[in-house]
């Protein structure tokens, strides 16, 4: 998630960087108790992805879209705080990826919703409705919802090494969804209306 966004627009990225995220992590690394580190982990992630999110618009859908990512780059940074470090076979390599992948697309969906009523019709309507477009939005929010449980697998077993029933979940999950939802349009590009 870290390179994504350091790859994606490197001028803002460092921007926030520069100004937001080092002062605000600074600020509570050096004005709170060293055991609250958590919230140090934590609150400069959300709050420079909030900024991230106005800097695309005023619209609620961009903070939504900012604090998504800022909870996902929190999330990262816990369960990278252990110092364990997955295998690096080519399946784990390929695994991150498509996780990655995943986490991003449905933050595009959050960016690109006409308002967050759209946004809950599409994510909790049924699967088998008419619409394509809300078939594939629907879909891929299913398979969104089912990464999760991969999520919690990987989170569980970077810090304790076991295996739980995540893992198995997921893999019937995404099977039973590519099965039933193969149906695809091409939106319009992200930023064309910018």
């Known amino acids: 998630m870290n390179n994504f966004w350091n790859s994606w627009h490197i001028t803002l990225s460092e921007w926030l960087k520069s100004y937001i995220f080092f002062p605000v992590r600074r600020w509570f690394l050096k004005y709170l108790n060293a055991k609250i ?36 780059i929190a999330i990262l940074q816990l369960s990278t705080k252990t110092g364990k470090s997955p295998t690096q076979s080519a399946f784990n390599i390929f695994l991150s990826w498509l996780v990655t992948t995943i986490l991003i697309l449905f933050g595009w969906t959050l960016f690109r919703a006409n308002s967050l009523a759209w946004l809950g019709t599409v994510l909790f309507s049924s699967p088998f409705i008419n ?27 970077r810090s304790t090494g076991k295996t739980t029933w995540a893992r198995s979940a997921f893999y019937a999950s995404i099977t039973i969804l590519i099965l ?15």
């Open 37 to 72: 580190n958590f919230i140090a982990l934590v609150i400069p992630p959300v709050i420079t992805m909030l900024v991230s999110g106005l800097w695309h618009g005023t619209g609620l859908n961009y903070l939504v879209w900012g604090f998504y990512h800022g909870l996902l």
């Open 131 to 157: 619409d394509a477009m809300s078939v594939n939005l629907a879909s891929f929010s299913y398979v969104l919802f089912y990464s999760g449980l991969y999520l919690v697998e990987f989170i569980v077993h």
């Open 180 to 194: 039933f939802h193969s149906n695809s349009i091409s939106p319009d590009f992200i930023y064309t209306h910018f």
